[in-house]
């Protein structure tokens, strides 16, 4: 049974720092790729970062380039989202989703596995 566990969301203050992880069970980690993702009430998921199977390329949206991290421990099945100087605007749900497979892709749909999400508050 596959499982993505994630853990570390919470409430911050504008300008602060979170750390996300995911962790993974029941599939052979590092043939997946894993991609961040969030989702803010009344708004469609939206691809935040992916990170390959190695861990030597990523990719992230416009809106937290300079400020967010995706970096993975495949040894430790697990994918981290480090995100710095944290806005009201990035108040969500984040997700962690894993795609099988070489070619990263961004779309939400195209991701095999899911978390149950961890929630995002970010005060102004």
């Known amino acids: 049974q596959v499982q993505l566990v994630e853990s570390g969301g919470g409430l911050v203050q504008a300008g602060g720092s979170l750390r996300l992880s995911c962790a993974a069970s029941?599939?052979?980690?590092?043939?997946?790729?894993i991609g961040w993702f969030r989702q803010a009430p009344g708004k469609e998921r939206e691809f935040v970062a992916i990170?390959?199977?190695?861990?030597?390329?990523?990719y992230d949206t416009d809106f937290v380039k300079g400020r967010f991290t995706i970096s993975r421990d495949n040894a430790q099945k697990t994918v981290y989202l480090q995100m710095n100087s944290l806005k009201p605007e990035d108040t969500a749900v984040y997700y962690c989703?894993?795609?099988?497979?070489?070619?990263?892709?961004?779309?939400?749909?195209?991701?095999?596995?899911w978390g149950q999400g961890t929630q995002v508050t970010v005060s102004s």
């Open positions: 990170i390959s199977r190695s861990g030597g390329t990523t």
């Open positions: 029941g599939l052979a980690f590092s043939a997946y790729t």
């Open positions: 989703a894993a795609r099988g497979g070489l070619v990263v892709r961004t779309r939400p749909q195209e991701y095999d596995y």
